[in-house]
């Protein structure tokens, strides 16, 4: 959810502001919260284990044991789908440049849910009787091609890695709003960063997808705490929604000096709505090919725990919206959200100074911890997602074909440490506008695995070379054409994340033409090879996988697989 930050037309300005100092009382209170989540996650390792000595496979491991009904879910899969920069981002475009960038996220929301009851209940029950851990798991058993699988498995894997990064740029709002870090020194700067680093990595090497599923119930409780009160408080306090509309129609209808033109529309025009509803639609179809989304749907006990959720996760849409507000709140509040030199503004903290400027210091602690929580839930399920499609996808299909669910669990360990490192490095080493412009990559990218798994999920018609053929062409315009965005105030590459149709002045998102001409080729190129009779790869699924469910025989036959016994090879 953070492709609105990257169409904002600059981030940076000078503030005339004095040098932040630290907040004791709000920062002890998010040490201390954040102390007792790294507790709990921790504890997660025992929580549901069902009395086995470590977690010795994948499905233990990078599953929770598929073992996860309705109320774990809703919590697993709202930490996971509105993570900690998800509560940064939406507000702050909403800030800097109107509703397109900030307001889309709601109705994207909304339209994501039928989705995920059509499609999720179906990759649910294939995935359970073949054992299959990943979307790129799917796609090689349906249709039997190592490039097409490997495709799939290194744009989730490279999609994801910026994604954790933001949610270190998250952690690292909360702690430059609270005063913390040393804008001289690097290291003195970055160490609170690192410290809460080292216990996301040891906790979710420990316990698996259980400790974010189990710290999303506190970081859920949290979020709502905080939108609520503030939703019901900040408007009485400045004048009304009356006020706070008016405050920022003025802001976003006066030209700004530095790009002379308006900052964005306060409620979309004519001119954009190619632009909004083409962003909605888009991030609602690319969400659940993300890894982290198909990790959270893959880890519950039935289909009906899916189309249960699907119905009651619009409610965190609910909250999102009220979150949205309040960047136009911080309007009228005057926010000014500084980095810690006092003089350069950066919108992606303008929550975390809201709640600061305006609240008490010890509640404004329990909503600043809520967003720091609020990160560790989405990183730790998106390290394990992009761990479990190296460790089925690259090292067993590649390298080691008998591997068993052990010895996958240890490599996939590893190489959760691997990304999170990989997060970290890339948080520390670079500045957060090359984390959003990676982000506005990844959503491209995920977006052109959809016609593989999803037509997958009803059909075999397509041609596996035609649907390798129609993800190339998609991620080389999408990547191209969003290189060729320029910010009109730095004036670098990948400047946005909205471009004209080409060939026309219709503006949409980008990853919506790619996954449009990605869908033509897959199409075309599929019926010239079934007209030339071109070999295709071996489909090992049936009609009947699609509609199993959690007492079905070859589940339950599955489901009691030993650790020690090498996994099915696709």
Known sequence: MSAALGNLPGVLAAAPTATRGINVTALVVVIVLFVLVGILGFYAARWRSGGTDGLHSLDEWGLGGRKFGSWITWFLLGGDLYTAYTFVAVPAAMWAAGSVSGFFAVPYTIVLYPIVFLLMARLWSVSKRHGFVTTADFVGGRYGSRPLTLAIALTGIIATMPYIALQLVGIKSVLTVLGVGNPGNWFLNDLP??????????????????????????????IYLAVIVAIIYLPSKFGGWEHIFGAAQEKMTTVNPATGKVPGPFIPGADSYAAYATLALGSAMALFMYPHSITGVLATKSRNTIRKNAAVLPLYSLVLGFLALLGYVAIAAGTHPVELNGKTINPQLVVPQLFLDNFPSWFAGVALAAIAVGALVPAAIMSIAAANLFTRNIYRDLFRKDATPRQEAKVSKLASLVVKFGALIFVIGLDASAAINMQLLGGIWILQTFPAIVAGLYTRWFHKWALFAGWAVGIVYGTWTAYSVVNPVTHAHFGGSIAAIPGTNTKVYIAITAFVLNAVVALVVTLVLRALKVPDGKDITRASDYG???????????????VDTPGPVI
């Open 193 to 222: 960063l690192i410290v809460a680093f080292v216990v996301l990595a040891v906790y979710t090497y420990t316990s698996g997808l259980r400790a974010p599923a189990m710290i999303a119930v506190v970081k859920d409780v949290l």
């Open 548 to 562: 199993a469910d959690e007492d079905d025989p070859e589940v339950r036959a599955f489901a009691a697989r030993s």
